[in-house]
């Protein structure tokens, strides 16, 4: 038996500029965190023919064609796994959240068929094959950044050149900064996100259009991420705040799906409240709002008071691992 564990994800800076719709012809930037929220894909040989597979459905089909799951299909079929294959998954944080699950369930998954067939693969290639199924097997309008932050771990910055490289380095910063942030960054729920692939979808087709409006946000979100880069690095947690609320305000102008009243109600609270700045993570329509607070306590009432929950988090700084080989 084969269990791999993969971390979840929250979105620092540059979150849009990592789409090839864009970075093919800009170049793209992201800053991303991986957190101690995790996917688990256990891989196991089964005594009678055919896939048996568990998710949040359950499946047992006697060919890889059959296979529903979209994800599980081609990476099987990439992997070229022969029957007589057990396949589940579990996650800490359900899909749907805005926290990279569908990125992190590939890479995981492809982990573990790798290691089910004794077979080495470095994290580099491991997030280019997972990117490269969601993104051209399955034509998912995704990015790159979770798929790399899965495989990779830790707080990095992932810079994407026109040609499709990839180049990931460290956020170089202190272990000072490092604990301020852990203590200070907060995360709540608002409820489950459905529209993150009709907003990459839209945002899509105006880059490959040469939408003014849309290129012109993604230039300043790629700056804008450069620019929390640089205020991290020297240490400026409230200017990096700061910079987090102009973020939102920018990110919530590229597309009308991105927000909604309620969710510009939880946000106004929070600032209200404690809040330096924040932002939705991922795509948009719902999921997480990652806050800085220097006031936790206060914070996590007034959220408490609009229904919200908070989930407690760390960084994770060993991407995917092969957890158990039994």
């Not at 990279?100 to 067939?117: E, I, M």
């Not at 020297?234 to 927000?259: P, Y």
């Not at 408490?304 to 407690?312: F, H, I, P, T, V």
Request: hydrophobic fraction near 35%.
């Amino acid at each position: 038996m084969i269990i791999t564990r993969t971390p979840l994800r929250i979105s620092i800076g540059g979150g849009g500029t990592d789409l090839p719709s864009y970075y093919e012809k800009f170049g793209g930037f992201v800053i991303s965190a991986a957190i101690n929220k995790y996917v688990y894909i256990t891989a196991n040989q089964t005594f009678r023919p055919g896939y048996f597979l568990k998710y949040s459905k359950i499946e047992t089909v006697e060919t890889c064609d059959e296979i529903q799951h979209d994800i599980i299909r081609e990476t099987v079929r990439r992997m070229a796994m022969g029957p007589n294959l057990e396949i589940s998954s579990i996650a800490d944080v359900p899909a749907g959240t805005g926290l990279g699950s569908s990125g992190s369930f590939t890479v995981g998954l492809l982990h573990a068929l790798h290691a089910y067939k004794r077979l080495h693969i470095s994290t580099s290639e491991l997030a280019h094959m997972a990117n490269d199924i969601e993104m051209n097997v399955l034509g998912e309008p995704c990015g790159k950044q979770d798929h790399y932050i899965a495989a990779y771990g830790g707080i990095t910055c992932q810079e994407y050149g026109a040609d499709g490289s990839v180049t990931i380095s460290p956020l170089s910063i202190d272990d000072a900064t490092r604990r301020d942030l852990r203590e200070n960054l907060m995360l709540f729920f608002t409820g489950y996100s459905r529209t993150a692939s009709e907003v990459l979808d839209d945002q899509r087709a105006k880059s490959e259009a040469g939408d003014p409006t849309m290129l012109e946000n993604l230039e300043f979100i790629k700056t804008h991420g450069q620019r929390i880069q640089g205020v991290l690095e020297a240490g400026d947690t409230s200017g990096f705040a700061e910079l987090m609320n102009e973020h939102w305000q920018r990110k919530r102008d590229r597309s009308a799906n991105i927000s909604n009243g309620e969710i510009d109600d939880v946000y106004e609270h929070a600032r209200k409240n404690g809040a330096l700045g924040g932002k939705l993570v991922g795509a948009g329509g719902g999921g997480f709002m990652l806050f800085y607070t220097r006031e936790r306590p206060r914070l996590r009432d007034a959220m408490a008071d609009r229904g919200l929950q908070e989930m407690d988090f760390a960084f994770d700084f060993d991407g995917s691992i092969v957890q158990l080989r039994a």
